[in-house]
T-cell receptor, first 114, second 113 residues
Framework: QQPVQSPQAVILREGEDAVINCSSS?????VHWYRQKHGEAPVFLMI?????EQKGHEKISASFNEKKQQSSLYLTASQLSYSGTYFC???????????????FGKGTKLSVIP | DTAVSQTPKYLVTQMGNDKSIKCEQN?????MYWYKQDSKKFLKIMFS???????INETVPNRFSPKSPDKAHLNLHINSLELGDSAVYFC????????????FGDGTRLSIL
């Protein structure tokens, strides 16, 4: 089952904040976040493995609410380099821990303008 | 040094032809994947190999056949290409299952004329 991402697209001015949400209808074991710039490969940002876990990378952080079966990606004080499409990928609990199947959402296109 | 490399980067061919895409990773990972990204940017897993063994084979036509000669290589052969096969195909690798980060190759853009 494909996770649902929202919003589908967002436009920010440099320095503004954004939140991207990822929700699943199935119980989750882990959530991955990737960023893909136009014409390039997806690049790993972070994995969240436990309910309530929060991780951060510079001004990009994420949380995982296992109970609500959702994760959120927080982009703080956005920079031009943050532009791209953000994908969440989920690993369902019924696939088992350490399974080999990651299901990606449709992506959120983020555009940061000067 | 390129971690996950795919060849070719672009592939333009006619309907009905057979083509192969090669993937190699030098990260020492034991799991490799093939993904298809369509024109709407939807990234969908096709196959997953762990230690040269097929683990996941999603609903993919029989015309697609992956082969993993060793842990560092995963190739994709496509027979009788169809217009709907046009997409970007990404190879990825990870150490272990999906609880680990996946590293993607630069992709192969396949265009069917």
């Amino acid at each position: 089952q494909q996770p649902v991402q929202s919003p589908q697209a967002v436009i920010l001015r440099e320095g503004e904040d954004a939140v991207i949400n990822c929700s699943s209808s199935k119980a989750l074991y882990s959530v991955h976040w990737y960023r893909q710039k136009h014409g390039e490969a997806p690049v790993f940002l972070m994995i969240l493995l436990k309910g309530g876990e929060q991780k951060g990378h510079e001004k990009i952080s994420a949380s995982f609410n296992e109970k609500k079966q959702q994760s959120s990606l927080y982009l703080t004080a956005s920079q031009l380099s943050y532009s791209g499409t953000y994908f969440c990928g989920t690993e369902n609990k019924d696939s088992g821990a350490g399974s080999y199947q990651l299901t990606f959402g449709k992506g959120t296109k983020l555009s940061v303008i000067p | 040094d390129t971690a996950v490399s795919q060849t070719p980067k672009y592939l333009v061919t006619q309907m009905g032809n057979d083509k192969s895409i090669k993937c190699e990773q030098n990260l020492g990972h034991d799991t490799m994947y093939w993904y298809k990204q369509d024109s709407k940017k939807f990234l969908k897993i096709m196959f997953s190999y762990n230690n040269k063994e097929l683990i996941i084979n999603e609903t993919v036509p029989n015309r697609f056949s992956p082969k993993s000669p060793d842990k560092a290589h995963l190739n994709l052969h496509i027979n009788s290409l169809e217009l709907g096969d046009s997409a970007v195909y990404f190879c990825a690798s990870s150490q272990g299952g999906t609880s680990q980060p996946q590293h993607f190759g630069d992709g192969t853009r396949l265009s069917i004329l």
